[in-house]
Structure formats: C-alpha cells, structure tokens
C-alpha cells in the first residue's frame, strides 16, 4: 500500500493486488495451455479496461507488472501469468 499527499483534505491510497492464473499442462499440449493462458489474461484486461472504478468502488484501477513463467506445483507442469491490479482510492483525511 501507499498513500499520496493529493490536497489539505484528501490523500490518494493505491492497493496493489496480485493476480495469478495458472493453466495445468497434463492433459493438453504446451501450446495450448499457452493460448488459454494468454486468452484468460486478455479477457481480464479487457474487463478492467471496460470498468476502471470496480463498479465506482476506486478511483481508478489498471493492471501492471506482469510476469509469466513456468511451474510444477506438486508434480504437475504449469504455466503461470501474474499480474499486479493496482487500485487508486481517494481517501478525505478531513472530517
């Protein structure tokens, strides 16, 4: 978390969130875990994109900083794609 001095009466708070989504490649192909990988993480972005307000819960929120690699969780072959959602609030520091 952070907070940004905005004016006398408000500060701006920015929560980050990571988001993991994780695609199994037993029973598929890497190229297709691949593509369902990646088609997950569009569609995401395209709803954060479509409602930056989170139904007007923030001020604003994008997602940032992504990552994607490779994992065996438990013995399983994974591949993964991690993305930071950042959520900037507008919090009055005067009552």
């Known amino acids: ?3 940004v ?3 006398t009466a408000n500060n ?3 929560f980050v969130f990571q988001i993991v ?3 199994e490649m037993n029973q598929i192909s890497r190229g297709e875990a691949m593509d369902i990988l990646l088609n997950c993480f569009e569609q995401m ?3 954060f994109d479509k409602d930056w307000t989170l139904w007007w819960v923030v ?3 994008d997602a940032t900083n992504g990552e994607f690699g490779e994992i065996d969780m438990e013995k399983w072959p994974c591949l993964y ?3 930071n959602l950042n ?3 507008l919090v009055p520091i005067t009552e």
């Open 81 to 83: 794609l991690s993305s």
């Open 5 to 7: 001095y905005e004016d």
């Open 59 to 61: 001020q604003m929120v």
């Open 45 to 47: 972005i395209d709803a």
């Open 21 to 23: 989504i994780v695609q």
């Open 87 to 89: 959520c900037r609030v």
């Open 12 to 14: 701006y708070r920015n």
């Open 1 to 3: 978390m952070s907070s």
